[in-house]
């Protein structure tokens, strides 16, 4: 759920804001009220009222041409609930349209918002209790001492800078993410994070 509620508004967002289609803005059906809602659903013709199952039965033997008397009144009411069910699943129709063009543009944000879940999960965690040689390879050592070399390190140099084409080494796995925002690649990471929880 945690997942839904980060992906699908940012979908819906990003749907509604799309230059391909302008559906997701369009106003709702004039007079859906009529026709739409709990007060209107037609979902089973065996459970429903009484006096449905009588129209609909009504309905069903004069459009087969079967001799009877047929009330006015039911075969009526019946041609209504007919309407009333050709706009609603016209207007379910619609509805699904919409909510798939919302699902289709959330399936190409996945990998956004499995970014955005590991973010929060590196800002809560705790940062990685380092052991002594794990320690050495970390500017941390540079307090420890100025020279790495008697953390028996010959290659490391805390001074050093790091530049865009400089190799790195993350100390553990998982306690970094890379991620694109705003086309930029910012590196998230747990190493500075509280021991006490904010």
């Known amino acids: 759920a945690d997942f839904l509620e980060i992906l699908i508004p940012e979908a819906l967002e990003a749907a509604a ?6 559906s997701l803005r369009e106003g709702l059906p004039r007079n859906f009220l009529s ?5 209107h659903q037609l979902d089973d013709e065996d459970s429903g009222p ?9 309905v069903a033997k004069a459009s087969s041409g079967e001799d009877g008397e047929v009330d006015e009144a039911v075969l009526a009411e019946a041609e209504a609930k007919q309407r009333i069910r050709a ?10 349209k919409r909510i798939m063009r919302v699902c289709k543009q959330a399936m190409s944000m996945l990998d956004d918002a499995c970014d955005q879940i590991g973010k929060r999960f590196l800002s ?23 020279s790495s070399k008697t953390l028996g390190n010959p290659h490391h140099d805390p001074t050093k ?11 553990r796995p998982n306690i970094a993410r890379l991620v694109i925002e705003d086309s930029k ?7 500075d994070n509280s021991r006490v929880y904010h």
């Open 17 to 22: 804001a799309s230059d391909k289609s302008i």
């Open 35 to 39: 026709y739409m809602g709990t007060m």
């Open 50 to 58: 009484e006096g449905l199952k009588q129209a609909l039965e009504a």
């Open 87 to 96: 706009r609603q699943n016209h207007f379910k129709d619609e509805a699904k």
């Open 124 to 146: 809560d965690r705790l940062p990685p209790a380092l052991l002594e040689p794990e320690l050495s390879l970390t500017k941390a050592a540079s307090s420890l001492s100025t």
């Open 161 to 171: 800078k790091i530049w865009p084409n400089t190799l790195c080494r993350l100390v």
């Open 185 to 191: 690649a910012v590196l998230y990471h747990c190493l």
